[in-house]
T-cell receptor
């Protein structure tokens, strides 16, 4: 069964360093997302990406964050200068596309296993 | 008022019990209501979704949505140890891929043999 993969599974970095988290979405999917989950907190939406541009972003997704689809398979999240509060589990997700026009249809977002980011 | 509220538990039940999980929400724009299951060290996995109000059944799982009360529930019948996981409710105003998900905090469920 196709799945979203993420690397690395755990990333440890020093405050102020840049990190790049990598994701390989499911191959025929067109929409890509990043979510994060701080320990003990809710899963929070960061950004969605479609057709090589950001379609929506949350207040969390400030200038320190950027996303890129550098080739036909990878989707990356870059944090330019990490802060202690960036420590969290980061989940990548992907979905096929539109719901097909049916109001009652939901286009499932498939989540990867996550990358645990620890900022020291 | 927080957008989506979910009792984090933990909830511990004996095998075979009926489990009731629920969430409340404040945003009346939500139309799509999802339940995700998350095992330790894994990403969330969709269990079921419901559009607008009503019930939906899938095997041992039943999802209920009451939009008038802004209250959703997930019932698990004949619970099994393999159901032990964290259950996350999630909501969206959109069913298409443009809809970002708003999650509850998750309820950790343990089913004891």
């Amino acid at each position: 069964e196709p799945e979203v993969t993420q690397t690395p599974s755990h990333q440890v970095t020093q405050m102020g360093q840049e990190v790049i988290l990598r994701c390989v979405p499911i191959s025929n999917h067109l929409y890509f997302y990043w979510y994060r989950q701080i320990l003990g907190q809710k899963v929070e939406f960061l950004v969605s990406f479609y057709n090589n541009e950001i379609s929506e972003k949350s207040e969390i997704f400030d200038d320190q964050f950027s996303v890129e689809r550098p080739d036909g398979s990878n989707f990356t999240l870059k944090i330019r200068s990490t802060k202690l509060e960036d420590s969290a589990m980061y989940f990548c997700a992907s979905s096929e596309g539109s719901s097909g026009g049916y109001l009652s249809s939901y286009n499932e977002q498939f989540f990867g296993p996550g990358t645990r980011l620890t900022v020291l | 008022q927080k957008e989506v509220e979910q009792d984090p538990g933990p909830l511990s039940v004996p095998e075979g019990a009926i489990v009731s999980l629920n969430c409340t929400y404040s945003n009346s724009a939500f139309q799509y209501f999802m339940w995700y299951r998350q095992y330790s060290r894994k990403g969330p996995e969709l269990l079921m979704y419901t559009y607008s109000s009503g019930n939906k059944e899938d095997g041992r799982f039943t999802a209920q949505v009451d939009k008038s009360s802004k209250y959703i529930s997930l019932f698990i019948r004949d619970s099994q140890p393999s159901d032990s996981a964290t259950y996350l409710c999630a909501m969206s105003a959109w069913g298409g891929s443009q809809g970002n998900l708003i999650f509850g905090k998750g309820t950790k469920l343990s089913v004891k043999p």
